[in-house]
């Protein structure tokens, strides 16, 4: 079905129809921390902790959120100058947020308290109670039917708690925690100063950049453009950037945080988030970026296998192999599930014979739910609605696939032809600084509030040249009716050829080179 034509006025129009129903929410009122369920007890249990010097441990997560969770925690016992113990499970050795693996690290503790999980440790918050351990969870996740026992319970998804925003991630809760705890403390810490790092975890962790997620996210961006930590100092000077914008955290910072946990050890992130001095952020600066080079080396030879391995036939992808690294099978996944426009799992079978994974979900499917009905032939199964993460005996294989298929076909989905955050059949003539210019007053764009994209069609292509090391990537001149655009296409080995007619969806960009301002198209699919 063809995209209507679209002017910039109607481009305008759409984009405030966005917010219609959010009206201004600013920093000011903000929901108040008691909103929480728990969170006044949870608050109380710290502060008893601190005034009789009790010995307090932290268990944070090793992705972006559970870092900079972890990092914010930190920062602000520190400026209180009471003594923090804390452990980032390592995704290799222990496995995922407060593991009963855990246990023997926080024996002799009187506090425990998680950031960014612990909503399914059924079995570890049982352990923490024999030992006479206090536990208190703080997450986002989905709340199981069965769950932990605790001191106290934060998670804003739990039914008979009045906070009236759901989608929030978990240093946004950690952050509430310290505005709590600063309060009762009378510590007088400049908590909006933290408001930098939980913008990079917000868009990191994609929630939607609306209501109360927006209002923190420009905010934030302000905080971040004006900071003072070594650490965001050193990404600007190897960014070469002097101001950060949510696209430079999404797919600059971001993967660069992500990269430790996923290859090695997230503590390496922390570590430096909490750089003291600018010397030493950039030297673990360099080292996340060796851990992200080698990430996207590996990931992309596990995607060219796992590509050769897709049953192009079923519904739902789910593709196996042998000793594929796991830290980086959830973006395989998701590259694959792009490449194919299907939701795609990706397991490796690994010394043990079980095979572990993560999935991402496709246009409009659930892949949570109708993972959730295949819940007996998994040993462990968690995520949300877009993304997954499981483990199965390989004897459960051939019965899990097929499972899943039946699951997805009851669902009857109907496959989503118009692509909503396309919003028309834009003309070259009307591709100018003036829209660009428009398009950024809607800003930040992520979850919630895409950032737009255009097809034309009828588009010529007068040039086409290679790209990067591995030559993976394509520039392009374009034209339409004698105006032409400049336009680039990432991770491609497609073959282009002068002359050949396309039409093309994109977004509209400015390129920042040499001390010159150009427009670019930003590809994402050429047919």
């Keep these: 079905m063809p995209y209507p034509k679209i002017t910039p ?7 405030q129809q966005r917010f219609v129903e959010e009206g201004h929410l600013s920093l000011a009122n903000l929901p108040k921390p008691s909103a929480f369920k728990d969170m006044d007890r949870a608050v109380a249990r710290i502060v008893k902790a601190i005034h009789t010097g009790e010995k307090i441990m932290l268990i944070g997560d090793y992705d972006v959120d559970g870092v900079i969770s972890t990092t914010l925690i930190n920062m ?125 975890a917000i868009i990191a962790d994609m929630m939607p950049l609306q209501h109360i997620n927006r209002a923190m996210v420009k905010a934030g961006l302000q905080v971040l453009n004006r900071s003072q930590l070594p650490a965001i100092k050193a990404f600007m000077d190897k960014l070469d950037k002097v101001t950060l914008t949510a696209e430079d955290i999404g797919f600059q910072i971001a993967p660069v945080l992500n990269s430790a ?79 194919f426009e299907k939701p795609c799992i990706v397991l490796t079978k690994g010394k043990t014979g079980e095979l572990k994974g993560s999935g991402r979900s496709f246009h409009v499917c659930n892949l949570f739910k109708i993972t959730t009905a295949c819940r007996p032939l998994l040993n462990k199964f968690g995520g949300h609605e877009a ?47 003036n829209l660009v210019y428009k398009l950024k007053a809607y800003e930040p764009y992520g979850q919630g509030n895409p950032r737009v994209k255009f097809i034309s069609t009828n588009v010529i292509i007068e040039d086409v040249s290679e790209m990067g090391k591995e030559k993976e990537h394509r520039r392009f001149t374009f034209s339409q009716n004698g105006m032409t655009q400049q336009a680039v296409l990432f991770k491609t080995k497609e073959v282009f050829h002068i002359g050949q007619v396309i039409s093309v969806i994109y977004a509209v960009n400015e390129n920042h080179f040499n001390n010159r301002v150009t427009l670019q198209l930003m590809v994402e699919k050429i047919f």
């Excluded at 360099?286 to 080396?297: G, P």
């Excluded at 060219?304 to 959830?330: C, Y």
């Excluded at 109907?414 to 070259?428: C, W, Y």
């Design 76 to 200: 602000f016992f520190k400026e209180i100058a009471i003594d923090l113990k804390w452990i980032i499970p390592n995704r290799f050795k222990d496995g995922y947020g407060l593991s009963p693996n855990l246990i023997p690290r926080i024996e002799g503790c009187d506090l425990v308290f998680t950031v960014d999980n612990g909503i399914a440790a059924v079995e570890a918050a049982k352990m923490c109670q024999e030992m006479g351990i206090d536990l208190i969870i703080t997450d986002h996740h989905i709340v199981p039917t069965i769950m932990p026992k605790a001191y106290a319970i934060v998670d804003q998804k739990q039914r008979d708690c009045s906070f009236p925003y759901e989608e929030v991630c978990g240093a946004q809760i950690a952050w509430y925690l310290i505005a709590a705890l600063n309060k009762a403390l009378n510590a007088n810490v400049n908590i909006k100063s933290y408001l930098g790092l939980v913008a990079i």
């Design 387 to 433: 993304a997954i993460g499981l483990s199965l005996d390989l004897e459960n294989l051939e019965a899990f696939k097929t499972q899943i298929q039946k699951e997805y076909a009851a669902e009857n989905y109907h496959e989503q032809v118009i692509d909503p955050d396309i919003l028309g059949d834009l003309s070259f003539s009307h591709i100018n600084f």
């Design 261 to 339: 946990g996923r290859m090695d050890d997230a503590t390496w992130s922390v570590e430096f988030l909490l750089s003291s001095n600018i010397y030493d952020a950039r030297v673990r600066l360099d080292r996340l970026k060796d851990f992200n080079e080698n990430r996207k080396a590996v990931e992309q030879k596990i995607t060219e296998e796992a590509i050769k391995k897709v049953d192009i036939d079923n519904n739902v992808l789910v593709v196996v192999g042998e000793d594929w690294h796991e830290g980086v099978v959830g973006i395989v996944a998701a590259r694959v599930g792009r490449r």
């Design 9 to 15: 006025h109607e481009i305008e129009q759409k984009l």
